[in-house]
């Protein structure tokens, strides 16, 4: 039995304001697909931290051209009181998925017909040139087509200010508010103004490759650039156009790509999904990196805002680093050139999300310079760049998710940036007769070995997402205080905003604002947050253990010991 408010919401999309195919599709899921309606219509997309982001179908929890228009009139209406009196643009660019082009071009034509200036890109762009572009055109917002590295089946909407930086609160509450008060598709101004659309595109590109060439830290002379072998692959996205130009930029000459995947396609057809954190997406690179015998593997997502890094291992196997692991590279290499070039001079900051490796910190702590926790979303990385610019610089910073940022034109992951700077990396370490895999050991040796795993559960539709909220709910009420047969010490409620010290009985304020997650601290320093993902249908579980590596040739047996500490850790959570 369906719910008679979702049926009435579904009713609605009956009405003459909604074409005939979209009509033809609702009136088939009300008469013969009742789990499939009340899946599409049970709530309304939201922004979480990636922005809006959904199933493509009809339906108000579905990407559609109805949706996707509703939310661009909220946002040219919250545009016109926030910005009175002053002439609004908006960037737009989109990435290769199916109904991409369609969604930036309604997006454009609302907008336009509100009266704002619209700076939409001629084809598919990365996520962070949007960003850039924003910053590039002093635009006061911008959006991006794209559901990152989700199945096919998605798409997404997200939305930025004029920092470059996604919505944080209290805009992204205030565009919300907006969109929900329209009552009506009538009310979207959909027919556009043409003369208020300005089309960009090359020269947007050398500007953005140009910034990012900027922030070499190699020097003139790039020592090793030319030699280092790469293959990369764009897993179909829109990483094909500007990857190999900006790697030519910073004198990376020795490329190879994997032909098949440097074709944007949005049904993705050579992985089964477009996800570099996954092992079998990166399959034909490695398989191609092994038989060109190359130094280094590269692969981006969709959007071309996250990145995957397969290196040889100390047997010389090619292996891939997680996302912790790609950031403790990057953050260290940036650090030690920093303060080689007399670069840190106590205004310089990093930036690292609360689940992310506590390995980023401590490298920090050594070299003298603040890194600042924030809640996992890249628009909170965004924000305390903008909060802080005016007194200290950002140095990089990154999240577990594969998400890394360099410097602070671009304010979002950027994989294009992330990618030219891994590589400037493991050249730096090839000049010093080390590979990219024996510089992390040489870090773990010194700071600490840090070892991460993430588990996700998934949990679909209506039903999913209670049993989720009763999962963390069951954790909140009944904190395990003892985990592998070690005290539980500190539990953080990021929900509830404040930290336990649970041997002393004491709280202290959390210095962020709210979000549903909880964090277990023990006492031999491992670490376990639980979180609901906000842009899919997961609870996530991420572990955090860290032990001593005191020599190379131990790497291997103290890897296990800790991996087994996280099987024992799992196993006794229960979920």
Partial sequence: MVDQSILEKAQHWLHEDFDLETREQVRFLVEKDPEELTDAFYRNLEFGTGGLRGIMGVGTNRMNKYTVGMATQGLANYLIKSFPDREISVAIAHDCRNNSRLFAAISANVLSANGIQVYLFDDLRPTPELSFAIRHFHCQSGIVITASHNPKEYNGYKVYWDDGGQLVPPHDENVIREVEKINSVAEVRFHGDSDRIIWIGQETDEAYINTLTSLSLAGVKRTGHADLHIVYSAL????????????????????????????????????????????????????????????????????????????????????????????????????????????????????????????????????????????????????????????????????????????????????????????????????????????????????????????????????????????????????????????????????????????????????????????????????????????????????????????????????????????????????
Wanted: charged share 20%; net charge neutral; glycine share 10%.
């Fill in 236 to 575: 179909h996205g829109t990483g094909t156009h500007i990857l190999p130009r900006a790697l030519q930029a910073f004198g990376f000459s020795k490329l190879s790509f994997v032909k098949e995947q440097m074709i944007p396609d949005g049904n993705f057809p050579t992985v089964v999904s477009p996800n570099p954190e996954e092992k079998e997406a990166m399959s034909r690179a490695l398989e191609m990196a092994a038989a060109v015998g190359a130094d280094l593997v590269l692969a981006t997502d969709p959007d071309a805002d996250r990145l995957g890094v397969g290196v040889r291992d100390l047997n010389g196997n090619y292996v891939l680093l997680n996302g912790n692991q790609t950031a403790s590279l990057l953050i260290y290499y940036l650090l030690f050139k920093f303060k080689e070039q007399g670069k840190l001079d106590g205004r310089q900051f990093i930036a690292k999300t609360i689940v992310t490796s506590d390995l980023l910190a401590v490298m920090a702590a050594r070299f003298g310079v603040p890194c600042h926790d924030v809640l996992t979303g890249f628009k909170y990385i965004a924000e305390i760049i903008r909060e802080l610019e005016a007194k200290m610089s950002f140095i990089g910073g990154g999240e577990e998710s594969y998400g890394f940022l360099v410097g602070d034109r671009v304010r979002d992951k950027d994989a294009v940036i992330s990618c030219c700077m891994i590589a400037e990396t493991a050249a730096w370490a090839a000049s010093r007769g080390q590979s990219l895999f024996g510089l992390l050991l040489e870090i773990y040796m010194e700071y600490g070995f840090y070892k991460e795993s993430l588990v996700s559960v998934t949990r679909k539709g209506k039903a999913g997402a209670e049993e989720i909220r009763s999962m963390m709910d069951r954790f909140r009420s009944n904190p395990p205080r003892v985990l592998n047969g070690i005290p539980v010490t500190m539990v953080k409620d990021y929900l509830l905003g404040y930290t336990t010290n649970l041997p002393a009985g004491d709280a202290q304020p959390i210095l962020l604002p709210n979000s549903n997650v909880l964090q277990f601290y023990m006492a031999d320093g491992s670490r376990i947050t639980i979180r609901p993902s906000g842009t899919e249908p997961k609870i996530k579980f991420y572990f955090g253990v860290v032990g001593r590596l005191n020599k190379i040739t131990d790497y291997e047996d103290v890897d296990s010991v800790l991996q087994q500490k996280i099987a024992s850790i799992v196993k006794e959570l229960g979920f």
